[in-house]
C-alpha cells in the first residue's frame, strides 16, 4: 500500500454509518436514560402503525387500496384500535419500564466512538432476526400445542381473527415479556454494536408491525425476499385465521420443517 494512503473499503464501510452514530451520541445523555428505551420502543411501534391505521380508514371508500386487503370483508373500528392502543402504552409504562431501569442499573449502556461498518450492522441484524425467528416459533409452537400455555397466556393475542396493525402487541403481559426477552438477549449473546442493536429493534417492530397489518402490499417484505423465504402478512394473517399453522413469524423454514406450513390465501 502506498503510504498515507487508506483502506478506502474499511473507511467507505466505517464512515457510510459513522454521521448516523454521531448524530445519535449527540444526544447521549437521553440515549443512556432508563426512559429511553420505552421511548424508543412506544415511539417506534405507534410510528410504524400509523400508516397502516390511515390505509385502514382510507382504504374502506377507495377500491384501489382495499384491493390489498388479505381479508376486505373484515375492518377494524375505532372501538376496536383504541383499547389496543391503551393495552400498549400501559404494558409499556407498567411493566417495561420497570425492566429497563433494571437493566439500565445493572448494565449501563456504553457508547464507543467509532461506528459499525455496515456489512457487520447487515450481517448481525439478519442473524438477530433468524436467531428470534427461531426462538418465537418454538415459543409459539409450544402455547398453541399446550392447552393450558394457550389459554392462559396466548389466546388474548388471538381475540382478533383479522388482524390489524395495533393487534401486533394486543397479548398477555407472559408473551410480551417473553418476545421482549428473545429480542433484547439476542444482540447481548452476539456483542453487537449499539447501533446495530437499535438498527435490529426498529426492524424486528416493523416487521412485526407489517405482518400484523392485514395488507398484502406490492413492497411487502415477502415480495422482496425470493424463493417464498419470508412469509409476511399473508402468511401471518392466514395463522391468526386458522390457528393451527405458520407458527414462525417471518421465515418459512422452521414450518416447511415442521410440517406446521400452510400456503397463504393471499397466494
Known amino acids: 500500500m ?19 452514530w454521531d448524530f445519535v451520541t449527540a444526544k447521549e445523555p437521553l440515549i443512556k436514560s432508563p426512559f429511553f428505551p420505552v421511548l424508543f420502543s412506544f415511539t417506534a411501534y405507534m410510528a410504524f402503525c400509523l400508516p397502516y391505521i390511515a390505509l385502514d380508514f382510507l382504504s374502506t371508500g ?22 389496543c392502543i391503551i393495552q400498549s402504552a400501559y404494558h409499556h409504562v407498567v411493566l417495561i419500564f420497570p425492566v429497563t431501569v433494571l437493566h439500565w442499573y445493572w448494565r449501563p449502556m456504553n457508547l464507543p466512538v467509532i461506528a459499525p461498518e455496515l456489512p457487520e450492522v447487515l450481517l448481525e441484524v439478519g442473524v438477530c432476526l433468524l436467531l428470534f ?3 418465537y416459533f418454538l415459543w409459539h409452537l409450544l402455547h398453541h400445542k399446550v392447552p393450558w400455555l394457550y389459554k392462559t397466556f396466548h389466546k388474548v393475542h388471538h381475540k382478533h381473527v383479522s ?6 402487541q394486543y397479548s398477555s403481559v407472559w408473551e410480551l415479556l417473553s418476545l421482549g426477552f428473545f429480542a433484547a438477549i439476542n444482540p447481548v449473546l452476539l456483542r453487537c454494536h449499539p447501533l446495530t442493536e437499535m438498527i435490529f429493534f426498529l426492524v424486528n417492530i416493523w416487521l412485526s408491525v407489517e405482518d400484523h397489518s392485514g395488507y398484502d402490499l406490492p ?4 415480495r422482496l425476499v425470493p424463493f417464498g423465504l419470508y412469509g409476511g402478512a399473508p402468511h401471518h394473517d392466514l395463522h391468526h385465521l386458522k390457528f393451527k399453522s405458520n407458527y414462525a413469524p417471518y421465515f418459512t423454514h422452521w414450518d416447511k420443517l415442521f410440517g406446521t406450513f400452510t400456503e397463504s390465501h393471499s397466494n
Request: glycine fraction near 6%.
Open 219 to 222: 413492497w411487502s417484505t415477502h
Open 133 to 135: 425467528d427461531f426462538e
Open 62 to 83: 377507495l377500491p384501489n387500496l382495499r384491493k390489498y386487503k388479505i381479508q376486505p370483508q373484515n375492518y377494524p373500528t375505532l372501538g376496536m384500535m383504541v383499547p
Open 163 to 168: 388482524t390489524f396493525a395495533l393487534t401486533t
Open 2 to 20: 502506498v503510504k498515507g494512503r487508506p483502506f478506502t473499503g474499511h473507511r467507505s464501510n466505517q464512515l457510510c454509518l459513522q454521521s448516523l
